[in-house]
């Protein structure tokens, strides 16, 4: 599993996280982080537009469970974006989002990631 942490920086990241994902496709972990307000959202989705990907953000009332079942079946080219990620409380089942996933993850997040 690669894991990338960026720091979201105006968009100066676009095309090294493109490439990334490009090569990878699947697997990718991505950590950005920035303050709110920086366009962390608007600059995942648009890299998820640019090489054609679904994206899917689970809602906070969603069970990490089903999420967990969701990413270990392949569905079609799909990134999985959790916004505010360092908001989740449910550790334990993130982690194996991260471990099992078929696909590209960005986990977005305000503060740098402890």
Not at 61 to 72: A, G, K, W
Request: aromatic fraction near 8%; include cysteine.
């Amino acid at each position: 599993m690669q894991k990338y942490l960026l720091e979201f920086k105006e968009g100066k990241n676009f095309e090294q996280i493109a490439r990334m994902l490009e090569k990878t496709k699947t697997n990718c972990k991505i950590i950005m982080s920035g303050p709110p307000g920086s366009g962390k959202t608007y600059f995942a989705r648009g890299i998820a537009n640019d090489l054609g990907l679904t994206v899917v953000e689970p809602n906070p009332e969603d069970s990490l469970e089903r999420v967990h079942r969701m990413v270990r079946t392949k569905i079609s080219s799909t990134l999985f974006l959790f916004d505010n990620a360092d908001k989740i409380k449910d550790t334990t089942n993130l982690e194996k989002i991260l471990t099992d996933s078929m696909y590209p993850i960005f986990l977005l997040v305000d503060e740098e990631w402890k």
